[in-house]
């Protein structure tokens, strides 16, 4: 079975250029996480989907910051127009199901470097 | 609101040593308690979690934590490390929300 898988790896953009991430969960989850971590801080959510629902997005920093989940499957998280401070690892999370009974497994991340 | 602390940014033994990571954590209401584990070029994986119950926990690879309330600690354990533990260690607690906070992670250096 196929874990959850983030594209791209790496970006690195300028100032005021967007950029959209995206993250493919694991098949059947319905549950879907975002998580950022700036560099040597701490990794902090961003928003939680439920199939094509924001369940949860207090964690989204400011309106530059679109997450979509289009059709309950993939979803996109765009950054427009980037600033310095975006710089750090977008994380994608998916669960089966709620949380903590459910486990949720992480994708390897997209390393933003906004220069 | 709730907040963990690990007090550690590297830790490096030698293989074979005991190794202890640190996280103390607060909260305001009970707490769930994790330790995720992520190794180079990879996503977080959990190690192991405290959802209720026994407070002594544990991994399949050796690893444990024990949940300690009147501390508010949940530090992660091994009697003999390996080479393959090298690896970034993140102690996390959820509250009612269930979302997890974590940690800043702790680097855990296995020197052979």
């Known amino acids: 079975e196929a874990g959850v898988t983030q594209f791209p790896s790496h970006s690195v953009i300028e100032k005021g250029q967007t950029v959209t991430l995206r993250c493919d969960p694991i098949s059947g989850h319905d549950n879907l996480y975002w998580y950022r971590r700036v560099m040597g801080k701490e990794i902090k959510f961003l928003l939680h989907?439920?199939?094509?629902?924001?369940?949860?997005e207090s964690g989204m920093p400011n309106n530059r910051f679109l997450a979509e989940r289009t059709g309950g499957t993939y979803s996109t998280l765009k950054v427009q127009p980037a600033e310095l401070e975006d710089s750090g690892v977008y994380f994608c999370?998916?669960?089966?199901?709620?949380?903590?009974?459910?486990?949720?497994?992480f994708g390897p991340g997209t390393r933003l470097t906004v220069t | 609101a709730q907040s963990v602390t690990q007090l550690d940014s590297q830790v490096p033994v030698f293989e074979e040593a005991p190794v202890e990571l640190r996280c103390n954590y607060s909260?305001?209401?009970?707490?769930?308690l994790f330790w995720y584990v992520q190794y180079p070029n990879q996503g977080l994986q959990l190690l192991l979690k405290y959802l209720s119950g026994s407070t002594l926990v544990e991994s399949i690879n050796g690893f444990e934590a024990e949940f300690n309330k009147s501390q508010t600690s949940f530090h992660l354990r091994k009697p003999s490390v390996h080479i393959s533990d090298t690896a970034e260690y993140f102690c996390a607690v959820a509250g009612g929300s269930y979302i997890p906070t974590f940690g800043r992670g702790t680097s855990l250096i296995v020197h052979p």
């Open positions: 999370a998916s669960s089966q199901g709620s949380l903590p009974s459910y486990e949720q497994y």
């Open positions: 909260s305001s209401v009970s707490v769930y």
């Open positions: 989907f439920v199939k094509e629902s924001k369940q949860d």
